[in-house]
T-cell receptor, first 117, second 116 residues
Framework: GAVVSQHPSRVICKSGTSVKIECRSL??????MFWYRQFPKQSLMLMAT?????????EQGVEKDKFLINHASLTLSTLTVTSAHPEDSSFYIC?????????????FGEGSRLTVL | AQTVTQSQPEMSVQEAETVTLSCTYD???????LFWYKQPPSRQMILVIR??????QNATENRFSVNFQKAAKSFSLKISDSQLGDAAMYFC?????????????FGSGTKLNVKP
């Protein structure tokens, strides 16, 4: 299978600070990565589509200046929550598709739980 | 945007019995994929089974099978011989056509409890 690693798995920060979450595809190249947000006992909400070498495409209602996404290489995408506030506390999940031999499925990271105090 | 609906927030099944989880979706696309993902308490999503829309034959994967009704836009998951390890949240997902960035959309999830 394909492995997607997300780091950190948990992060606690003070209100007003910025937090970076990394998403890496360990054994495959991913042209496209997706970032989701999941509230407790709810589904995954697509935040943005991250394309290698170009700007991310944000879903309606997602603030691009609040959630900065960078996809600098075929194996790494980062999500930076800028000036975090308690309402940004959530579980963030990244996922990736294979660039080559795309089986159609998404491979998911372990998720990152952000708590903003 | 495409919508995916799971009408059963929670289901319970006795160990070794069979359970069916429902999923419907709304789309105007003809080319798409459908998936069932499992999210155990560890939170990492795991693929259970997938179905290509152009294939009429229902996908099967060991104890897991789907009933794909394209005209009805229905995609249910049947779990046979349920095991304690099957307890998890199950999400139905739709992958859109390449022209729409192959976005994935998820249903609200069904929590499956397996009783010993």
């Amino acid at each position: 299978g394909a492995v997607v690693s997300q780091h950190p798995s948990r992060v606690i920060c003070k209100s007003g600070t910025s937090v970076k979450i990394e998403c890496r595809s360990l054994d495959f190249q991913a042209t496209t990565m997706f970032w989701y947000r999941q509230f407790p006992k709810q589904s995954l909400m697509l935040m943005a589509t991250s394309n290698e070498g170009s700007k991310a495409t944000y879903e309606q209602g997602v603030e691009k200046d609040k959630f900065l996404i960078n996809h600098a290489s075929l194996t790494l995408s980062t999500l930076t929550v800028t000036s975090a506030h308690p309402e940004d506390s959530s579980f963030y999940i990244c996922s990736a598709r294979k660039q080559v031999d795309d089986t159609g499925e998404l491979f998911f990271g372990e998720g990152s739980r952000l708590t903003v105090l | 945007a495409q919508t995916v609906t799971q009408s059963q927030p929670e289901m319970s099944v006795q160990e070794a019995e069979t359970v069916t989880l429902s999923c419907t979706y709304d789309t105007s696309e003809s080319d798409y994929y459908l998936f069932w993902y499992k999210q155990p308490p560890s939170r990492q999503m795991i693929l259970v089974i997938r179905q290509e829309a152009y294939k009429q034959q229902n996908a099967t994967e060991n104890r897991f099978s789907v009933n794909f009704q394209k005209a009805a836009k229905s995609f249910s998951l049947k779990i046979s011989d349920s095991q304690l390890g099957d307890a998890a949240m199950y999400f139905c997902a739709y992958r859109s056509a390449p022209a729409n960035f192959n976005k994935f959309y998820f249903g609200s999830g069904t929590k499956l409890n397996v009783k010993p």
